[in-house]
């Protein structure tokens, strides 16, 4: 059983990676204005910078939850087919 991975090129992942940046500091600004009042998330960029960490580390976890979920899959099922 072979696996083939697709990895996008490295144009692809730069504009990936500043569409996604874009849109965690939009929604950064927005929760963090809806819950501490207009205007409190650009006098404390720090909030914003927090809130971006955070949306990053969750997502690198949940696509490392994904890709672990299918690979211990593929493992499995290379076992089953094997035994």
Known sequence: MSV???VPSMETSIEQTSTTATQYLARAIEAIDLQLGRGYAME???LIAA?????????VAGT???ELSYLANAVAEAIRASA
């Open 44 to 46: 404390h960029p720090q």
């Open 64 to 66: 490392l939850e994904r």
């Open 4 to 6: 083939f991975v697709s």
């Open 51 to 59: 809130f971006m960490q955070t949306c990053a580390i969750d997502f």
